[in-house]
């Protein structure tokens, strides 16, 4: 009759809170695509948003129409070719209290805005990238480490030269993974126990404080060992 397949539910590190008192949207280029499936959302739920949309020109930027049509009143487009430049730092000047800022875009807009919101409270700003700044690794710089695979039972050896990720693949272990490039999230695993050198751009600076979780394409130990939940 065929195979049985166990599906769990989608992983998103870009989640809208359905509870925010009111939402900025900010969108550069083609990072459009989430923003407005939140804006579409918390209409819906009847939330307070802004969108703030900026791209080249007019005519070539994503969805214009449909949020012409269904967020009239609510969006604001900065085709830059028309002089109609976004200013991030008058639009997040200074922090407001209830107000979350949600950015997905190109990575100088983002790093605008992650400047901008210096002040605000630290879990007021989410972001998804969709440029990866990860640079080759190179073995003069890095150091080799430990993983000990607490569900696995095995301690494995990573090189300076390659990452966690590559390291699993070798002992057959099966970790999930997708982007390979620390944007996406998916080669994301516990870790129970060392210090976590983090170099994606998925987790919050809460989330890396705690230090329970980190991406196996790219983030590194900054010890000798770390302990993982696998």
């Not at 970790?175 to 870790?191: I, N, R, T």
Request: net charge negative; aromatic share 4%.
């Amino acid at each position: 009759m065929g195979d049985v397949v166990t599906v769990r539910g989608p992983r998103n590190h870009f989640v809208l809170d359905p509870d925010v008192q009111h939402a900025v949207l900010v969108a550069g280029g083609i990072g459009i695509t989430p923003i407005i499936a939140m804006a579409d959302r918390l209409q819906a739920l009847g939330r307070p948003y802004e969108v703030h949309y900026a791209g080249r020109e007019l005519q070539t930027m994503a969805f214009v129409r449909r949020l012409e049509r269904d967020h009239d009143g609510h969006v604001t487009f900065y085709p830059s070719a028309s002089g109609e430049r976004l200013d991030i730092d008058r639009l997040l000047s200074r922090p407001r209290p209830g107000v979350q800022v949600y950015a997905c875009g190109p990575h100088r807009l983002i790093e605008a805005i992650e400047s901008a919101t210096r002040e605000w409270p630290e879990e007021a700003l989410r972001v998804e990238h969709f440029v990866s700044q990860l640079k080759k690794l190179d073995p003069s710089v890095e150091h080799g480490f430990d993983v000990c695979l607490q569900d696995s039972g095995l301690t494995l050896r990573v090189r300076a030269d390659q990452t966690v990720l590559d390291a699993l693949r070798e002992a057959n272990i099966d970790v999930q993974s997708d982007c390979e490039e620390g944007l996406c999230g998916a080669c994301e695993v516990p870790v129970l126990g060392g210090e976590i050198d983090h170099r994606d751009m998925v987790l919050t600076k809460a989330e890396r404080a705690a230090g329970n979780l980190m991406m196996t394409c790219c983030s590194r130990a900054a010890g000798d060992r770390l302990s993982l939940q696998i």
